[in-house]
């Protein structure tokens, strides 16, 4: 016989066994918590005791488990709270009905059992139950003290005589807190009420704004007390959050007040009051937590920079506010030094650094009216030496620059403090380290700051001083020239912060000189010949520096390597490209000064290009070649643009680009690219010159070209048979074809759209049998186009005769068709691809 039952049988069997387990574990764990609730024990083992090695006997279901602890604590808070509403709604509704004698015997004996109450309860065990008519307790002693108030002194004012009952109310809940040390709600209850007397104090006097935050500082110092000295950790939590509340909001007020401030009398009032908030910071963040340490001393050293740059700041005009609060800043650092703990020196050093930090944007308003303002330059290109200086240059009036006249003055103190820091990194480290410990990233972006705001304020000093229109683009291309100076000083080594922060300013300054010499031709000249001067020499000296630098690298891993080559080439060819640019606006100057009009003056745009593929065929493999070829490809673009309005210029300028396209396919690394472009170019010039001369058979002219470049593509084959077809042939092909294609649209005869037609499908059908791409596809394409052409008049008849539903439904057919057969058109499509890409 097989006793053993089967597999899904057993399981389900496991299954129960382990559910009653489980049971009587939960019925144990309950027991034992409720044995040590009336034991009294403050605090249970921490770890929870084995499963018992038993279980209840198969067919007996365990017993249930007792009710969890959290059942318990909402069935006493439910209570509680309908408890609460039936007290207030009997207090403010069914009050009348009775004399004073009876309301107040009802309020005191309600009152009293249930201060009494928690006690006898606290003796059985009954925690929770407790609780609960301990904080009923509590709502009946705010509701014996509105009573107290309609009742014994109606004549009293509210808002005092609830100050007054706060005070009380807090009194009274601390003693009873106290005295029955094991509830934990009167003693938070009591702090809670402490936040209410001296606010409801100077509101019911009718109190000024410095007054409520006296009262709020009061209070936050209160609570500072009570944290530090409180009993249980929900009393210290609740009285940390009012000081924090009180004691920001009180310092709000004072920085208000302070900022708002028209004298140094007016301001004095307000800076005790900061000061005094400062020491209370202090004096809490001493004792405090690391985390509230720092929260703290950063409090503490705004407070004492609003006070104290608050009283200096009302002895000058505002436009100088930013630098007295950053002076004061400053000066706080020396507080550092102090013999304070360290956490509260970290947050006072932060506090000096966040005043720092903030004085920044207040300044750069100023640097944004400087690079901005020269847009307006490109709407009016020499149009002569503006009036109002450089002022004029930037479209800003004198008024609009009076706010911003200290912006120079902050940024470059910014900039001087933070390029000190750079220099002086290893007295920084002595100096703050064991307050600090400054990471070893900090003083690249110390260096990387001091350059970008010393550039930001120099930038802005001309337009804030308000300098003549020469002075400005003088020394802005000065400028220019010194933080390109600067960046291929910290770019020689490698890549880095201070090399690539001086590089970015450099680019916006040259950018911002350039549209700002835009006003007169002499200064176009000046600034962009000094500016190509300063590219060029930059890309120069970085090509030379960026070499040596990759070889001296050491052994990096294989991304980390990449990254730096990548960015080593992209610090060589910046320069380099801005180079080009200079070089374009120039070569732009010298049409515009030679009275050519835009089209004439294209071919004067094309000597960049040819310079580019020069200097490309020059560098070779290096990495500035591409950017620079690029970039003269830009201004080849420029120039076909240019030459849109005239179409035997357009042709002109085609063919010059064609030819250096030409020039660069003769390099190898370029070929794959050039080669095909010099062959559009080239086509696409002989197209536009025929038709700019009103040629209509335009055959003659392309047969003669599409004959001997076939030739010369059959010769190619059979030099090199893995030549590519449209290497060969397209060229050859394309020249006749298209514009023959252009022409038969236009024919309305039908000689021509036939011999074309057959002369497509000549080639096609060659492409197909000699497996050759480019026969195939441009014979395909331009029969296709031509067959549309001549049948194009009928299917728009027979569309005409069609009732309008029916294009409509053909469509969605095929879609259904080509849907329900989706996967083999799929595989069609591939297989095509395939087939023409084995095609040469």
């Known amino acids: 016989m097989e006793h053993v039952p089967p597999p899904a049988e057993e399981l389900a069997l496991l299954d129960r066994e382990l559910a009653r387990l489980d049971a009587r574990r939960s019925q144990l764990l309950m027991r034992r918590a409720w044995l040590l609730s009336a034991l009294g024990s403050p605090v249970a083992p921490s770890a929870a005791p084995p499963a018992p090695p038993f279980a209840a006997p198969p067919g007996h279901p365990a017993a249930p488990a007792g009710p969890p602890r959290s059942a318990q604590n909402v069935l006493l808070a439910l209570g509680g709270l309908l408890l609460t509403v039936a007290a207030v709604a009997f207090t403010l509704v069914s009050w009348g009905d009775m004399g004073i004698a009876g309301r107040s015997a009802v309020l005191a004996v309600v009152t009293v059992a249930a201060l009494a109450t928690p006690a006898v309860l606290l003796r059985r065990g009954l925690a929770s139950t407790a609780e609960s008519l301990a904080a009923l307790a509590a709502v009946l002693m705010v509701l014996d003290a509105y009573a107290l108030h309609r009742v014994a002194v109606p004549e009293a004012d509210g808002r005092g005589f609830a100050a007054v009952a706060a005070a009380v109310l807090a009194a009274l809940w601390a003693a009873y807190g106290l005295l029955l040390d094991r509830l934990r709600l009167p003693l938070p209850l009591a702090v809670v009420s402490a936040q209410l007397p001296l606010l409801l104090w100077a509101w019911s006097a009718g109190a000024g704004a410095t007054t409520f935050g006296w009262a709020l500082l009061l209070t936050a110092a209160s609570d500072c007390a009570i944290a530090l000295w409180g009993r249980g950790v929900a009393v210290r939590v609740t009285a940390c959050v009012g000081g924090w509340a009180t004691g920001l909001l009180g310092l709000l007020v004072a920085l208000a007040q302070s900022v708002s401030a028209d004298g140094v009398q007016a301001a004095s009032a307000p800076g005790a009051l900061l000061l005094v908030g400062a020491a209370v910071a202090v004096f809490g963040a001493w004792r405090a937590p690391s985390a509230q340490a720092v929260a703290g001393g950063l409090v503490a050293g705004l407070c004492g920079v609003a006070a104290v740059g608050g009283v200096l700041r009302a002895g000058v005009t505002w436009d100088w506010s930013v630098p007295v609060y950053l002076l004061c800043g400053v000066v706080l650092l020396a507080a550092v030094r102090t013999p304070l703990p360290r956490p509260v020196a970290q947050g006072l050093a932060w506090a000096s650094a966040a005043v720092t930090a903030g004085a920044v944007p207040a300044a750069l308003p100023a640097v944004g009216m400087s690079l901005i303002g020269t847009v307006t330059q490109l709407v009016r290109v020499w149009s002569g030496v503006p009036d109002g200086g450089v002022r004029g240059a930037l ?5 609009a620059w009076s706010p911003l006249v200290s912006a120079p003055v902050v940024l470059l103190a910014v900039a001087g403090l933070l390029g000190a820091v750079h220099r002086f990194w290893e007295r920084v480290l002595r100096a703050a380290g064991p307050v600090l410990s400054p990471g070893p ?102 090509g030379g520096a960026a070499a040596s630098a990759a070889r001296a690298l050491p052994p990096l891993p294989a991304v980390r390597a990449a990254h730096a080559v990548r960015m080593s080439q992209l610090v060589k060819a910046v320069p380099a490209c801005g180079a080009v640019v200079c070089a374009t606006v120039l070569a732009r100057a010298v049409g ?29 493999s290096r990495p500035p070649a591409l950017p620079v070829e690029l970039s003269g490809g830009v201004a080849g673009v420029l120039a076909v643009g240019m030459a849109v309005p005239d179409l035997p210029f357009l042709a002109l300028v085609l063919a010059l680009c064609g030819v250096l396209a030409a020039g660069t396919a003769v390099r190898p690394e370029r070929r794959p690219v050039a080669g095909p472009l010099a062959m559009v170019l080239f086509v696409l010039a002989a197209w536009l010159r025929l038709s700019a001369s009103g040629v209509s058979v335009p055959e003659a002219y392309t047969l003669p070209v599409t004959v001997p470049a076939l030739a010369v593509g059959v010769l190619r084959r059979r030099r090199d048979p893995q030549a590519s077809s449209w290497t060969a042939y397209g060229a050859g092909l394309a020249a006749t074809l298209v514009p023959s294609l252009f022409t038969a649209w236009a024919d309305p005869h039908w000689l021509r759209p036939l011999l074309l037609g057959v002369a497509a499908l000549v080639i096609t059908l060659a492409g197909t049998r000699l497996r050759l791409q480019a026969l195939l596809l441009l014979g395909g394409a331009v029969l296709a186009l031509d067959a549309l052409h001549e049948l194009a008049p009928y299917v728009v008849q027979v569309v005409g005769v069609l009732p309008r539903w029916l294009p409509p439904a053909l469509a969605g057919v095929l879609l259904l068709v080509v849907g329900a057969t989706y996967e083999q058109r799929l595989r069609d499509a591939r297989r095509l691809k395939e087939v023409l890409g084995r095609m040469r």
């Open 395 to 399: 479209a800003a009036e004198g008024p």
């Open 441 to 542: 990233g900090w003083r690249a972006a110390a260096g990387a700051g001091a350059v970008a705001l010393g550039w930001a304020g120099l930038t802005a000093l001309p337009a804030v001083l308000g300098w003549s229109y020469a002075a400005a683009v003088t020394v802005q291309l000065a400028l220019a020239a010194g933080v390109f100076a600067v960046a291929v000083r910290g770019l020689r080594g490698g890549p880095g912060a201070v090399g690539a922060t001086a590089l970015v300013c450099g680019l916006l300054g040259a950018a911002g000189a350039g549209m700002l010499s835009l006003a007169t031709e002499a200064s176009t000249y000046t600034a962009f010949t000094v500016l190509l001067v300063v590219f060029g020499t930059a890309a120069v000296v970085l």
């Open 592 to 620: 515009e000064s030679l009275g050519l009009a835009g089209y004439r003056a294209a071919p004067v745009m094309l000597v960049v290009p040819a310079v580019t593929v020069l200097l490309g065929g020059r560098l070779r």
